[in-house]
């Protein structure tokens, strides 16, 4: 088995602050994703990434950036914090191929003061 | 365009009695798989069904699901509710270009 690793678990910033969330997974798998979680609204795809060093924007990608240096690594950046933002920001992986299963990590939870 | 539809954001039933959840969706893809995750509190979101076959029941922690095309419908059903399937449960589409849509989630409460 493998492991999704979300940090920090508890994010708290400054409006306008630049803010990174870091995602790490043992599984070897190709596909990495960033979604969004509020409630009430489901899972919003940021971004995701096929492989080493690509970047697909999903349909929540303005005000974030992210990053996929190594296979087993995804960052996310939120650009510019928006005052009194809170949401769960969800770190899945797969194979790849697109009809595979999403191994979720436990979130980091971001709160804008 | 694709997406996926719970229609109840909550439902909630009595410990031993049955449940269902409701998903519908619209695809223009030609090869899908679908799944039902389930969110505890607190915990990361985790497969609890997935299928792919048409009319073909899918069993898992006593909960099954049926796809249905023809219907276009992948209903999340359990005969006797537990205290502990109380959880967040999303269903998923997956059209097999690495897109998955997620409809919006039912928040499951099963009470004593």
């Known amino acids: 088995g493998g492991i999704i690793t979300q940090t920090p678990k508890f994010l708290i910033g400054q409006e306008g602050q630049k803010l990174t969330l870091k995602c790490q997974q043992n599984f070897n798998h190709d596909t990495m994703y960033w979604y969004r979680q509020d409630s009430g609204k489901g899972l919003r795809l940021i971004y995701y990434s096929i492989t080493e060093n690509d970047l697909q924007k999903g349909d929540l990608s303005e005000g974030y950036d992210a990053s996929r240096e190594k296979k087993s690594s995804f960052s996310l950046t939120v650009t510019s914090a928006q005052k009194n933002e809170m949401a769960v920001f969800l770190c899945a992986s797969s194979i790849g191929g697109g009809a595979e299963t999403l191994y979720f990590g436990s979130g980091t939870r971001l709160t804008v003061l | 365009g694709d997406s996926v539809t719970q229609t109840e954001g909550l439902v909630t039933v009595t410990e031993g009695l049955p449940v269902k959840l409701n998903c519908t969706y619209q695809t223009t893809y030609l090869t899908i798989a679908f799944f039902w995750y389930v969110q505890y509190l607190n915990e990361a979101p985790q497969v609890l069904l997935k299928?792919?076959?048409?009319?073909k029941r899918t069993e898992h922690q006593g909960f099954h699901a049926t796809l249905h095309k023809s219907s276009s419908s992948f209903h999340l059903q359990k005969s006797s509710a537990q205290l502990s399937d109380s959880a967040l449960y999303y269903c998923a589409l997956s059209g097999g270009n690495n897109r998955i849509f997620f409809g919006d989630g039912t928040q499951l409460v099963v009470k004593p």
């Open positions: 299928s792919s076959t048409d009319n």
